[in-house]
T-cell receptor, first 114, second 111 residues
Framework: AQSVTQPDIHITVSEGASLELRCNYS??????LFWYVQSPGQGLQLLLK??????LVQGIKGFEAEFKRSQSSFNLRKPSVHWSDAAEYFC????????????FGAGTRLAVHP | DTAVSQTPKYLVTQMGNDKSIKCEQN?????MYWYKQDSKKFLKIMFS???????INETVPNRFSPKSPDKAHLNLHINSLELGDSAVYFC??????????FGQGTRLTVV
């Protein structure tokens, strides 16, 4: 079955600390992988995506993610978190080259302490 | 200029009513989607249209009917609203094989 697991429901970090949000997926074929961020009361904003090529991808707002095929993981990282990064983060997978029937993880809520 | 825009942003209505949510994208994309986010923030696809043709239709009650008058618009009509329909509904668009861009969402509350 196709699924996305985000093991951490809530994460709290101090401002300036590093961050890693975990994402594991189960998918029949090689998927496209995405991270979206949702600020309170807002829509979903694409942070970054992996389609092919270099397994370390850079996104907006200083985020990066690494695709590890052997571990079926696509973890999101940021070296130094800002208070404005507090939001809900969603990992998603979709069919490569096809229509975006995205399968989302349950999300990780990030809180940032000053 | 908003890329994917939905109206209304908030919708409060009584059980049994019929309501519509409109979505428009100005990105020139050929594929549009409706996603539902429930109270636990879980997101699930409902429908997808490619060039006005329905291509994805998940297990959704037939009280929900999408309509795509053209490539840039995808509306969602809901008949006989139920309490369980309360959720945030997101419209999205993409090129075929490209990433999806989402609207701001419509928070539907059925009372």
């Amino acid at each position: 079955a196709q699924s996305v697991t985000q093991p951490d429901i809530h994460i709290t970090v101090s401002e300036g600390a590093s961050l890693e949000l975990r994402c594991n997926y189960s998918y029949g074929a090689t998927p496209y992988l995405f991270w979206y961020v949702q600020s309170p009361g807002q829509g979903l904003q694409l942070l970054l995506k992996y389609f092919s090529g270099d397994t370390l991808v850079q996104g907006i707002k200083g985020f990066e993610a690494e695709f590890k095929r052997s571990q079926s993981s696509f973890n999101l990282r940021k070296p130094s978190v800002h208070w404005s990064d507090a939001a809900e983060y969603f990992c998603a997978v979709g069919p490569s080259g096809g229509y975006n029937k995205l399968i989302f993880g349950a999300g990780t809520r990030l809180a940032v302490h000053p | 200029d908003t890329a994917v825009s939905q109206t209304p942003k908030y919708l409060v209505t009584q059980m049994g009513n019929d309501k519509s949510i409109k979505c428009e994208q100005n990105l020139g994309h050929d594929t549009m989607y409706w996603y539902k986010q429930d109270s636990k923030k879980f997101l699930k696809i409902m429908f997808s249209y490619n060039n006005k043709e329905l291509i994805i239709n998940e297990t959704v009650p037939n009280r929900f009917s999408p309509k795509s008058p053209d490539k840039a618009h995808l509306n969602l009509h809901i008949n006989s609203l139920e309490l369980g329909d309360s959720a945030v509904y997101f419209c999205a668009s993409s090129t075929t094989g490209g990433e999806a861009f989402f609207g701001q969402g419509t928070r539907l509350t059925v009372v």
